[in-house]
């Protein structure tokens, strides 16, 4: 049974910086991609970073560009998510999420933490 649990929530003023963590359990995580999404109240989940299992090329949302960073520790099976000079609209839950390496589809979801940030 895959399990993704997501902590590093909370409130934070506007320029300041979270890390986000998820820890994944169930399964060898190898040829995985991990990413992070992010839903804000009314709006669908959209994809904010991603990385693969060599850690090489992640890729990001252009909204968080020069501003987060993604990490993940292949032998301790957890994903980071390093969050500076944050603005109101990174408000949102944040999702760890794991999908294939040779799908396009996130299968497994962690509950989510919420970010928030005030102005």
């Known amino acids: 049974q895959v399990q993704l649990v997501e902590s590093g929530g909370g409130l934070v003023p506007a320029g300041g910086s979270l890390r986000l963590s998820c820890a994944a359990s169930g399964r060898s995580f190898s040829n995985y991609v991990m990413g992070w999404f992010r839903q804000a109240p009314g709006q669908e989940r959209e994809f904010v970073a991603a990385i693969t299992w060599s850690g090489r090329n992640p890729s990001y949302a252009d909204s968080v560009k020069g501003r987060f960073t993604i990490s993940r520790d292949n032998a301790k099976n957890t994903l980071s998510l390093q969050m500076n000079s944050l603005k109101p609209e990174d408000t949102a839950v944040y999702y760890c999420?794991?999908?294939?390496?040779?799908?396009?589809?996130?299968?497994?979801w962690g509950q989510g933490t919420q970010v928030t940030v005030s102005a």
């Open positions: 999420g794991v999908r294939w390496t040779g799908s396009s589809r996130y299968d497994y």
